[in-house]
DNA sequence: GCGAGATTAATAAACCGGTT
DNA sequence: AACCGGTTTATTAATCTCGC
């Protein structure tokens, strides 16, 4: 809709292409997105409506990026050639391939983000060849404790944990099937431990005893027996009577209702 | 082998970014 | 444009992996 989207004029593009660059000087090339650059852009411009110039403005982002990543590739690759090179002997084909480490370049950030994992065994040999460096690295650095690095915490927020229901049919099926008793991980850890509820909980629920995930189950099928879902941000959900019996205001985040849920369980003692 | 940190499992729906 | 998949929130227990 609206009008041919208008390209940029040489002055503007040579202020965006400094102004991205000083972005993406100091993001987190990993995590940075195109959107997070033009509101960036947006802001640096003073809050000018880039909407005119949107396909233009995408694909200078995508140009400094390309450039900045294969300049940090690069970079990269030097100081692990390095380091490498004093523990182990490595093929050392990057200098040479060009067009291979640029397109590993290019695809690093999301793959990047996307793998965290270590299901897979063919590639923990190379995750653990990582780790293992790594860890000397630690020891070399500091007499931290472990790999961990001491922080509980960053469990949470740093791995960013693939989408477990989807992985557990294709491990399922595949080849489990003939040996019957696989070793997979029993039934689901702690997730089907019952607790109590209190006494709110209970009068939504209909149950007084319950497992988080069912309580979760059983406050959505309310939410959406009595329509509770704000028309206008369905994250929002509209606390009836009962719903504010438990959460105590009016409104509240899908989110948070998760949450606040954990303030209703109470661990069953024997 | 033991200890400890890290990871994964289920549950829900909306939203956002990326891909086709 | 439509679709797909990841992310978000919280929780516990079991399991895995690695260091010592």
Redesign the pocket.
């Given at each position: 809709m609206s009008e041919p989207l208008c390209a940029v004029t040489p002055e503007e593009s040579n202020e965006y292409t400094n102004i991205i660059d000083s972005i993406l000087a100091t993001a987190d090339l990993e995590t940075i997105?195109?959107?997070k650059i033009r509101e960036g852009l947006e802001a640096e411009l003073g809050g000018k409506d880039l909407s005119a110039q949107k396909t233009a403005i995408k694909e200078l982002i995508v140009a400094r990026f390309d450039a900045i990543s294969q300049v940090n590739l690069e970079a990269v690759a030097v100081s692990d050639a390095e380091a490498e090179s004093s523990n182990k002997k490595r093929p050392a084909t990057n200098g040479t391939s060009g067009a291979g480490s640029t397109d590993d370049a290019s695809a690093s950030p999301?793959p990047a983000?996307?793998k965290?994992?270590?299901?897979s065994?063919v590639e923990?040999a190379d995750?653990?060849l990582a780790?293992?460096l790594q860890?000397q690295e630690n020891?070399l650095a500091r007499g931290r404790?472990?790999?961990?690095?001491g922080?509980?915490k960053?469990?949470?927020k740093?791995?960013?944990?693939?989408?477990?229901?989807?992985?557990?049919n294709p491990?399922d099926d595949s080849d489990l099937e003939g040996s019957e008793a696989a070793?997979k991980?029993?039934g689901?850890?702690?997730?089907q431990?019952p607790f109590n509820l209190s006494e709110p909980l209970q009068a939504l629920c209909g149950e007084a005893q319950l497992s988080?995930?069912r309580v979760?189950?059983s406050l959505?099928e309310h939410i959406?027996a009595n329509e509770l879902?704000d028309p206008s941000?369905?994250?929002q959900i509209r606390c009836d009577e009962k719903m504010y019996a438990v959460f105590k205001q009016a409104r509240v985040d899908?989110?948070k209702m998760?949450?606040e849920i954990?303030n209703h369980l109470y661990p069953i003692e024997e």
């Amino acid at each position: 809709m609206s009008e041919p989207l208008c390209a940029v004029t040489p002055e503007e593009s040579n202020e965006y292409t400094n102004i991205i660059d000083s972005i993406l000087a100091t993001a987190d090339l990993e995590t940075i997105s195109r959107k997070k650059i033009r509101e960036g852009l947006e802001a640096e411009l003073g809050g000018k409506d880039l909407s005119a110039q949107k396909t233009a403005i995408k694909e200078l982002i995508v140009a400094r990026f390309d450039a900045i990543s294969q300049v940090n590739l690069e970079a990269v690759a030097v100081s692990d050639a390095e380091a490498e090179s004093s523990n182990k002997k490595r093929p050392a084909t990057n200098g040479t391939s060009g067009a291979g480490s640029t397109d590993d370049a290019s695809a690093s950030p999301e793959p990047a983000r996307k793998k965290a994992k270590r299901s897979s065994s063919v590639e923990d040999a190379d995750a653990r060849l990582a780790a293992q460096l790594q860890a000397q690295e630690n020891r070399l650095a500091r007499g931290r404790s472990t790999r961990g690095g001491g922080d509980k915490k960053v469990t949470k927020k740093k791995a960013p944990r693939k989408k477990s229901a989807k992985k557990v049919n294709p491990d399922d099926d595949s080849d489990l099937e003939g040996s019957e008793a696989a070793p997979k991980r029993k039934g689901g850890g702690g997730f089907q431990k019952p607790f109590n509820l209190s006494e709110p909980l209970q009068a939504l629920c209909g149950e007084a005893q319950l497992s988080r995930p069912r309580v979760v189950k059983s406050l959505w099928e309310h939410i959406k027996a009595n329509e509770l879902q704000d028309p206008s941000d369905k994250r929002q959900i509209r606390c009836d009577e009962k719903m504010y019996a438990v959460f105590k205001q009016a409104r509240v985040d899908m989110f948070k209702m998760n949450k606040e849920i954990g303030n209703h369980l109470y661990p069953i003692e024997e």
